[in-house]
């Protein structure tokens, strides 16, 4: 479980940074059925393995900081037999889990309660906060307009497009990247999802940056979702992800070289609202 866990990450195959958190803390469960002849060697199976899963993304902060929260727990327990090393581990990656969870959906309800009715949005990629907060929105009455950008060149747009065009009282359309411009003539505001703010910037699937640069030349206002985990103070570099060409070009590229960061970085002096479990404010 742990190495299947660690290639769908490292593949990008859960496209949701807090769902990858999730994941990779239930992966540690695996350790729980395994015989160990010491606690010393156990916890050096528990880092060694959770050390695997963060190497499989540095750039997600929320996977980081919570493979090392539990790591850490049970350390500072100092558990004193295997049994309860394991145990600890268990109420740790519960803990933790929870924590992703609520976070989230606390996360999304304040979003939503800031969505007007007849709002024109425009989001990018892929984020489950914003397809829980523009859900949430329309369920409680809101009539929304939402263009998504299909997020080349894994079109994870398409996948929001798809869940947005199954819920009532929400007019969905996909646009290709470079229209983003063209369409936020008519944009009331921008609503992302994020991979993690360190310090004074967002990190988060690359188109990102020329969407909030064009929403500020056009007085559109960007807000960011997400949990309060995914913003890092210090202490967490971030370590771009660049794909391979396949992803861009099936055939093997001749005479030139393809460039396919999976993120970018955007000042956030170009977002006007931050929203966390803890409510919005200015980033």
Known sequence: MIDETAEEIRSMQTHSSSVVAANASHALEELLGREYPSVEEYLRELEHNSSALRRANPSHASL????????????????????????????????????????KHRAAENAADRIEDGSTILTHDYSSTVL??????????????????????????RKTARVLGEIDRIETTLI????AGHYLE???????????????????????????????????????TGSSAKVVDGGFRFENDF????????????????????????????????????GAKSP
């Open 64 to 103: 980081i900081t919570t493979q090392r929260e539990i790591v850490e727990t049970v350390r500072e327990a100092d558990p004193k037999s295997i049994e309860a090393a394991k145990a600890r581990t268990e109420g740790a990656i519960e803990e933790v889990v929870s924590t992703i969870e609520t976070a």
């Open 132 to 157: 829980e907060a523009l859900e949430a929105a329309a369920r409680d009455g809101a009539h929304l307009e939402v263009f998504i950008t299909e997020a080349r060149p894994r079109h994870l747009g």
């Open 186 to 224: 008519t944009i009331d505001s921008v609503l992302i999802g994020m991979d993690c703010i360190v310090d004074d910037m967002l990190y988060n699937r690359v188109g990102t940056y020329p969407i909030a640069a064009t929403a500020a030349d056009r007085d559109v206002p960007v807000t960011v």
């Open 243 to 278: 794909r391979p060409a396949s992803e861009v070009i099936r055939e093997p590229p001749e005479g030139f070289v393809v460039g396919n960061p999976a993120y970018d970085a955007t000042p956030t002096r170009l977002i006007e609202t931050l929203v966390t479990e803890t």
């Open 176 to 179: 290709i990247d470079s229209a």
